[in-house]
C-alpha cells in the first residue's frame, strides 16, 4: 500500500523569503507524483506533477519540486514567496498502474503561512 | 483546461432529509470521477470510485446505502447523502479524470446538516 507523510503540518515564512515543504512517501511500485494547493474554501488546483523524466519539475506560480527515488521523497520548492501563498498544499502519489490504479493517496497537508 | 464543477456550493438541510450534490466535467468526458470528504484543517479521504455505467467502488467504512453514488454520463456523477444527520456535514470534493495521469478537481460543496 503507499501512503504520504508531509513532514511539517504548518510552516510560517516571511514574505520573499524561500520555503520547502517536504513530502516523503512509500510505495513498492513506480509511482507518479502530485502537489495541489486549496485555498480555503475551494477545491484542489495542480501546481506540478512528475511522471517520468527530468526530476526537476517546474510548476505554476513560481513553485517546483525534485523527485528523489533513493530518499522516496518530492519536496516542494519556492525560491521567494508571496502573501498570496497562503495556502494548504497537499502532496499525493498514486501508482503507475493502469486503470484500477487511478486512486491519489494525500499526505496530511501542510498550512503555509506568508507573513508580511 | 479541464474544468470540473459542482453544485450547489453550499447546502443547508435539516436533519432526516436527503441531499444531492453534482459534479460536472464541463470540458472533457471524465471515465471516472471520484468523491472526497474533507473535515476542517484534514486531508481528503476518499469516499468512492465511480466509473460511468457500473456500480461506484466505496472505500472501506463508508456507507454505500448512505452516500448514493451514480454517474450515469461522462459528464456527470452525484452524490446523493441519505438521511443526513449532523455527523454528516462536512467539505464534499469530486474529482474526475479521463483517463490520463491527473485528477481535476471541482470547487467543494459545503453541507451542513442542522
Known amino acids: 500500500a503507499q501512503s504520504v507523510t508531509q513532514l511539517d503540518s504548518q510552516v510560517p515564512v516571511f514574505e520573499e523569503a524561500p520555503v520547502e515543504l517536504r513530502c516523503n512517501y512509500s510505495?513498492?511500485?513506480?509511482?507518479?507524483l502530485f502537489w495541489y494547493v486549496q485555498y480555503p474554501n475551494q477545491g484542489l488546483q495542480l501546481l506540478l506533477k512528475?511522471?517520468?523524466?527530468?526530476?526537476l519539475v517546474k510548476g505554476i506560480n513560481g513553485f517546483e519540486a525534485e523527485f528523489n527515488k533513493s530518499q522516496t521523497s518530492f519536496h516542494l520548492r519556492k525560491p521567494s514567496v508571496h502573501i498570496s501563498d497562503t495556502a494548504e498544499y497537499f502532496c499525493?502519489?498514486?501508482?503507475?498502474?493502469?486503470?484500477?490504479?487511478?486512486?491519489?493517496?494525500f499526505g496530511q497537508g501542510t498550512r503555509l503561512t506568508i507573513n508580511p | 483546461g479541464a474544468v470540473v464543477s459542482q453544485h450547489p456550493s453550499r447546502v443547508i438541510c435539516k436533519s432526516g432529509t436527503s441531499v444531492k450534490i453534482e459534479c460536472r466535467s464541463l470540458?472533457?468526458?471524465?471515465?471516472?470521477m471520484f468523491w472526497y470528504r474533507q473535515f476542517p484543517k484534514q486531508s481528503l479521504m476518499l469516499m468512492a470510485t465511480?466509473?460511468?455505467?457500473?456500480?461506484?467502488?466505496?472505500e472501506q467504512g463508508v456507507e454505500k446505502d448512505k452516500f448514493l453514488i451514480n454517474h450515469a454520463s461522462l459528464t456527470l456523477s452525484t452524490l446523493t447523502v441519505t438521511s443526513a444527520h449532523p455527523e454528516d456535514s462536512s467539505f464534499y470534493i469530486c474529482?474526475?479524470?479521463?483517463?490520463?495521469?491527473?485528477?481535476?478537481f471541482g470547487p467543494g460543496t459545503r453541507l451542513t446538516v442542522t
Open positions: 510505495s513498492s511500485v513506480s509511482v507518479y
Open positions: 470540458d472533457f468526458q471524465a471515465t471516472t
Open positions: 474529482s474526475a479524470t479521463g483517463g490520463l495521469y491527473e485528477q481535476y
Open positions: 512528475y511522471l517520468s523524466g527530468s526530476t
Open positions: 465511480s466509473n460511468e455505467g457500473s456500480k461506484a467502488t466505496y
Open positions: 499525493a502519489v498514486r501508482s503507475g498502474g493502469g486503470q484500477g490504479a487511478q486512486k491519489l493517496v
